[in-house]
């Protein structure tokens, strides 16, 4: 089984007659590929879609009660038990771990039963730990040194510490650990995103209608000038994109502190939420809504890859064509680099694609989640 | 007679970032020695504070790098807009948390941002390490290149590689004659840039450029003189 280090996610999405993601001029979003004018959606656009959505497979929807049960021997394990293990006195570690737990756990934090829910990432955990262990070596082997040291600590740090809080409760916490933080004063507080999106782009080349509009005041009178209130033109495009999701395993994890069940979770509404959550503006005029026609996803260990070529010759604005184009380019990539991934696939035309299993959505997602929490595909 | 890498760069949308100008992420034509540097870190895995070793790889890496196609470059300027807030703050390991400079009315609207990618890039890129005897060596970074420690990006996250980057290896005695033999057998030529180090003979013109990446401070700074010019054009009659 390969190892599962990166989950690749790609999808075939129509949208017809709707405006997805604008520029600032008011205009659909464009970029050029093999010497043809493509609609796109941005990165960005996607990215802010399913970090916020609502309904079934949200991400904030993730159960913060069972991450507490989770991840309560966070602090324990990896702030506390290194001081032990490097000898420090048991006395000074003893009146350390109150505040460590507190802080991480608020004011219950001291019982195990009652924890609120953070998720810590790599770098907060590093930063703690670094702090304890200095606080602990200053203190040397004298307890009250490190009662005072721990007070005066915790009064310097208090604004510092509670931004930690904020930016790990969740869900706010979740959407970090997927997408990332950055700090610019401070790299090493920076959180990697863990998912990579590409920017979507059609298939084939733009359709793009102009629509004249204009707006009537209904209360005007006989008398009255007959003209519009306002006349306008928008931009309407319809498309099938091809989008592209990188999700990195070993990121994720980094940023979730290690919490494997938690990856898996994500993982699994991911996919749903990619397949399902329109990236679309103008929601009244347009209803932009639509289900994903066919994903794909592949597990394994190899350089991650787009399949972008297959549409470099933009092909018909169809799923036929579209979908031979991808299972043709998968195929060729196989035959060239041979085949080291996993993969799955869900489409409404439920065609045979190179090396994949037919599933449904729910499987496909259940087993991208399986794989992001056993890492093997 | 050095060994090179040979990658290539290939996606759809990609990014050889330059000088950040206020909100306006421009980029350049070739890619810079710090973004070969993270490149190849990232599919090491290394964290951004491993300063020292990223450090260390820079000075080695010697690379040139050459357009595949002759199409002709085509840009996009991506417009972004990010909602902030002026009571956002970030947790720091200084011990004292970032916050965000000016009043409330600052962040009324949204802040904008614009950011400039290559459309439908494939780049060429021939690169070795002087010397090669240290760790990682080449032949590492080849492996890693094929089974990277993480998702490779081609300047940008979005940026993702529509072909494997690693694409073999070539023997040659220096920048331009490597990049001489994975040309296309294009009749104009292709725009290439390689160190003058390599040799100055064929470049159109030598220039200095900044792209070196103080790890440590994060910032750029010093400069290295490039060449660039065409390469595989065919040599005047007469």
Known sequence: MPDARFLQIHTLHGYPAALLNRDE????????????????????????????????????????????????????????????????????IDALEPSFQKLVYGDKGTTKGSRQPLLLGEPEIEYLAGEATRLASESGNDAKVAEKSIAAWLKSERANLRAIEKATTLPAGLAAALFGRMVTSDPMANLDAAVHVAHAFTVHAEESESDYFSVVDDLKRGDEDAGAAHINETELTAGLFYGYVVLDRTTLLRNLGGDTEMAGEIGERLVHLIATVSPGAKLGSTAPYSYTSWVLAEAGDRQPRSLAEAFREPCAPAMLEAEEAAHQHLSNLDRMYGNGEARRIASLSNREAPGAAAATLSDLAGWAGTALRTGLA | MSRWLHMRLQAPLGSFGGETVDARGIIRDFPAQSMMTGLLANALGWPRTMTGEHQALQDRIVFGALWEDEVPLERLTDYQTASLNKDDQAWTTRGVPARRAGGPNTYEGSH?????????????????????????????????????????????????????????????PNAPAALTAIAPAASTGSRACWPASEGTEGAARITSITDERNFLTGLHGGARRICEGLIGAPEPAG
């Open chain 2, 112 to 172: 904008q941002r614009w950011r400039d990618y290559h459309c439908d890039l494939r780049l060429a890129v021939v690169l070795r390490f002087n010397p090669d005897e240290q760790s990682p060596t080449l032949d590492q970074a080849a492996n890693a290149l094929v089974r990277p420690a993480r998702p490779l990006f081609i300047g940008r996250k979005p940026c993702l590689p529509s072909a494997p980057l690693f694409a073999g290896w070539i023997d040659a």
């Open chain 1, 25 to 92: 001029s008011g205009l659909a979003k464009r970029m050029t590929y093999g010497g043809s004018i493509r609609t796109r959606i941005s990165s960005q656009c996607l990215k802010r879609h399913w970090r916020t959505a609502e309904g079934p497979h949200a991400l904030q929807g993730i159960d913060g009660a069972t991450a507490a049960v989770r991840s309560r021997d966070i602090v324990t394990r990896r702030i506390i038990e290194p001081l032990a293990a490097a000898g420090r006195d048991q006395a000074v």
